[in-house]
């Protein structure tokens, strides 16, 4: 994965400590990656809470 000066694929890749090839590559490592998931969910989590503050 080119990860060229657009800034969402510099930082996945910072938080992933790789580089990827592709896509199909990315999605591979993403499905088992922990580290990656934990930081999905506490994503969720807050967005969530935002949300909800506002309703």
Same mark, same amino acid.
């Given at each position: 994965?080119?990860?060229g ?14 580089? &990827? ?7 591979? &490592? ?26």
């Open positions: 994965m080119d990860t000066s657009d800034p969402k694929k510099e930082k996945c890749r910072n938080i992933a400590e790789k580089s &990827f090839s592709g896509w199909d590559d990315f999605q591979e &490592f993403i499905k088992g990656a922990s580290r990656c998931r934990k930081l999905m969910d506490l994503a969720v989590e807050e967005a969530s809470g935002i949300i909800r503050q506002y309703q």
